[in-house]
């Protein structure tokens, strides 16, 4: 069946450091990825999405890659600032069906 | 702000009572989801509706659990004769389409004692 792995230990970065977070997956090839923010007690927030197509989006300090040899994503984000810590998910479109499949999430803490 | 919303925020009941959750999508989305989320993990697929069509749900779900989506509208999700491992946060999402980014509300936190 379908998996998607991320870090599962929280990630600490010095402010004004690049945060580099990981999504990895196994067992099928989707059409696209997304990534998504998710802060204590409330719903995830859309970040960027990339097509499979696509090797690298830009968003702001944000930028997503897509390889889909290694079957992997990274998400940057550039000049971190405390505000950027949160909980950071990844999304996958299912295997032959269209459901949205989330990761486990990484916790990111931006030192001051 | 027209945003997905979700009711009740949080939920308080005694095993065994049934409850119902209230999601109300972005108007014009198609696609709902609903995600069951516990502390620590990811939000965890339920089931989705395109317009008022359930298309799949979970195969980790049990008989206990419906949702429903009449006229394509807003959308409820039942658990009968809850047990303490149903409580989380379940939260709701909608999308304009297939591919579109999900729009989630702030969910609803459901303790079960």
């Known amino acids: 069946s379908q998996k998607i792995e991320q870090n599962s230990e929280a990630l600490n970065i010095q402010e004004g450091k690049t945060a580099t977070l990981t999504c990895n997956y196994t067992n099928y090839s989707p059409a696209y990825l997304q990534w998504y923010r998710q802060d204590p007690g409330r719903g995830p927030v859309f970040l960027l999405l990339?097509?499979?197509?696509?090797k690298e989006k830009r968003k702001e300090r944000l930028k997503v890659t897509f390889d889909t040899t290694l079957k992997q994503s990274l998400f940057h984000i550039t000049a971190s600032q405390p505000a950027d810590s949160a909980t950071y998910l990844c999304a996958l479109d299912g295997d032959r069906d269209d459901k949205i499949i989330f990761g486990k999430g990484t916790r990111l803490h931006i030192l001051p | 702000d027209t945003g997905v919303s979700q009711d009740p925020r949080h939920k308080i009941t005694k095993r065994g009572q049934n409850v119902t959750f209230r999601c109300d999508p972005i108007?014009?989305?198609?696609?709902l989801y609903w995600y069951r989320q516990t502390l620590g993990q990811g939000p965890e697929f339920l089931t989705y509706?395109?317009?008022?069509?359930?298309?799949?749900k979970s195969r980790l779900l049990s008989d206990r659990f419906s949702a429903e989506r009449p006229k394509g509208s807003f959308s409820t999700l039942e658990i009968q004769r809850t047990e303490q491992g149903d409580s989380a946060m379940y939260l709701c999402?909608?999308?304009?389409?297939?591919?579109?980014?999900?729009?989630f509300g702030n969910g609803t936190r459901l303790t079960v004692t």
């Open positions: 990339i097509r499979e197509n696509e």
């Open positions: 509706f395109q317009n008022e069509a359930q298309l799949e």
């Open positions: 108007s014009e989305h198609n696609r």
């Open positions: 999402a909608s999308s304009l389409s297939e591919s579109s980014p999900l729009h």
